[in-house]
T-cell receptor, first 113, second 115 residues
Framework: DAGVIQSPRHEVTEMGQEVTLRCKPI?????LFWYRQTMMRGLELLIY????????DSGMPEDRFSAKMPNASFSTLKIQPSEPRDSAVYFC???????????FGPGTRLTVL | AQSVTQLGSHVSVSEGALVLLRCNYS??????LFWYVQYPNQGLQLLLK????ATLVKGINGFEAEFKKSETSFHLTKPSAHMSDAAEYFC?????????????WGLGTSLAVNP
């Protein structure tokens, strides 16, 4: 199994630009989670999906952030417009039926200048 | 509500010494407990987990943790540290059903191993 795949691995953009992060969960997994990790705030859950439906988006910081899961094998996290304080590592994780743990992707390091 | 407290944001040990990383949790439902490790510039990897059954659980790389309900603790140990153990360690808790199954994370403990 290829594991959770995230792209891009690194993204550098300028303030005000739109940023789209992508995630492909492990095949067959029905839960997908988006996290943000910073030195100041640690690991924060932004949103999670079950069977492609958003279940809890209470961690999404503001309306500039949006996430979609159009099918079981793909999800996006979009920031529009981006701001320097959005600079962080964004992780995607998935969990399958019969598993209690989450499986993490390698992350996307976002730098907003 | 659930919460996790990891005591000590930075721990330093000598190679070959005992590793002890502390984790205390609060949960109003029977908890599932996890330890994850994060090596530099990588994602999080599961070390071990407790769900039900035996309270002493063994994980990868020689780590183990013991669930102590009376102390609401799930401390991570390894008898002899190796240089390759230097990483960030995260403790997490979840409930066993429904929306309780999202993970609540500690802030992490950075482990340094000195030669």
């Amino acid at each position: 199994d290829a594991g959770v795949i995230q792209s891009p691995r690194h993204e550098v953009t300028e303030m005000g630009q739109e940023v789209t992060l992508r995630c492909k969960p492990i095949s067959g997994h029905d839960y997908l989670f988006w996290y943000r990790q910073t030195m100041m705030r640690g690991l924060e859950l932004l949103i999670y999906f079950n069977n492609n439906v958003p279940i809890d988006d209470s961690g999404m910081p503001e309306d500039r952030f949006s996430a979609k899961m159009p099918n079981a094998s793909f999800s996006t996290l979009k920031i529009q417009p981006s701001e320097p304080r959005d600079s962080a590592v964004y992780f995607c994780a998935s969990r399958g039926l019969g598993y209690n743990e989450q499986f993490f992707g390698p992350g996307t390091r976002l730098t907003v200048l | 509500a659930q919460s996790v407290t990891q005591l000590g944001s930075h721990v330093s040990v000598s190679e070959g010494a005992l590793v002890l990383l502390r984790c205390n949790y609060s949960s109003s439902v029977p908890p599932y407990l996890f330890w994850y490790v994060q090596y530099p510039n990588q994602g999080l990897q599961l070390l071990l987990k407790y769900t039900t059954g035996a309270t002493l659980v063994k994980g990868i790389n020689g780590f183990e943790a013991e669930f102590k309900k009376s102390e609401t603790s799930f401390h991570l140990t390894k008898p002899s540290a190796h240089m390759s153990d230097a990483a960030e360690y995260f403790c997490a808790v979840s409930g066993s059903a429904g929306n309780n199954r999202k993970l609540i994370w500690g802030l992490g403990t950075s482990l340094a191993v000195n030669p």
